[in-house]
C-alpha cells in the first residue's frame, strides 16, 4: 500500500478499536450493573445472567460466547469480507468489557465507579440509563466511522435476511432488539428497569444518527420540469447556489423532461419552493436530506 493508503487504514483501525472500547465502557460502567437490557449481545448476556442464575455463567462470559459464536455464523454464512469488518470489534469487545466490569466494584477506587454506591442512588438507574445510551451509541457510531461493524445480533439478522431474501435487513434487527427488550422484561421482571432500558435503546439511536449521518442542514431537491431555464434561472438570483440539469425520460408516459438538481440549507428551503412554483406549478420535486456535501461552496 502506498504511504496515504496506510496512513487510512491505521486511521481506520484506531477508530474501530476507540468505539469497541467506548462500546465495552458504555455497557460495562452503566447498563450492566443495573440490568438494563436495551438489546443487542450485552442484554442477550443480562438475560441469561437471569434465566439460568448460575455463579460460573457471568455477563462478560456470556458476551464473549456470544460475539465469538455469532462471528464463526457470520464467517460461514455470510462469508469472508463481511466477517473481516467484524473480526476487529470481535477480538477486542470480549476483553474489554471483562476488563471494564472490574472498574465497577467497591475495591476499585473505593467504587468510584459503581454509581449503585452513589449518595444519589435513587437517580443512579437513570443517570445510567441516559450515560450508557450515549456512550453505546457513540462507541457504534465511530467503529461505523472507521469502516467496522461491531457485529453481535447484526449477524444473526443478516443471516436470517439470506435465508429468507425478502426480509428487510432494518425490520429483522429492529424485531430482534424488540424481541430481547421483551425477553428482558420476562426475566428482570421489573418494569421500570424494562422502560429505562428502552430509553437507553432510544438514546443510542439518537446518538448513532447524530455521529454518524451527522448533523446536516442541507438538502438535495430533484425537479422534474419543462421550464429547467427559469427554475435555474431563479436558484441562480435568489439562493446564490448552482444546479445540475439531467434530460430525462418518464417511465409511464414515455415523455422527455428536464430535472433540475440543487443542493441547498434548511433555510433556503420555502424559497425554493416558492421559485419552483412561480416557474412551473406542474413540476415534481422531491426533496431528501443530504448527509454530506464537498465542493466548491460547501465545507468538505
Known sequence: MKKRERLEFLRNLLLVV???????????????????????????????????????????????????GLFLVGLLVLGRDFALKTLVSALIYPP?????????????????????????????????????????????????LGGGSTGGMDILAFVICKVFPRAKSSVVIFLLDAATVLLGVVAIQNLAVSLLGVLSAFVCA??????????????????????????HQGVMEHLDRTTTLLEVVGGYSGKKKSMVMVTFTVRQYAELLALTNRADKNAFITIHRAHEIGGEGWTR
Not at 40 to 64: Q, R
Not at 217 to 230: F, G, L
Open 96 to 144: 474489554a468489557l471483562s476488563l471494564c466490569l472490574r472498574l465497577v466494584s467497591p475495591d476499585v477506587l473505593g467504587g468510584f465507579f459503581d454509581l449503585r454506591l452513589s449518595d444519589y442512588s435513587d437517580i443512579a438507574i437513570l443517570l445510567a440509563a441516559l450515560f450508557g445510551g450515549v456512550l453505546v451509541g457513540a462507541g457504534c457510531a465511530i467503529t461505523f
Open 206 to 231: 439518537f446518538v448513532v444518527d447524530r455521529l454518524f449521518l451527522g448533523s446536516s442542514a442541507a438538502y438535495v431537491a430533484n425537479i422534474i420540469t419543462d421550464y429547467p431555464e427559469a427554475i
Open 18 to 68: 476507540a468505539g469497541t472500547v467506548i462500546l465495552a465502557l458504555g455497557s460495562a460502567l452503566f447498563l450492566i450493573p443495573f440490568d438494563l437490557v436495551a438489546g443487542g449481545v450485552s442484554g442477550v448476556a443480562i438475560i441469561l445472567n437471569k434465566v439460568f442464575a448460575a455463579p460460573w455463567l457471568t455477563v462478560d462470559l456470556a458476551v464473549t460466547v456470544l460475539t465469538w
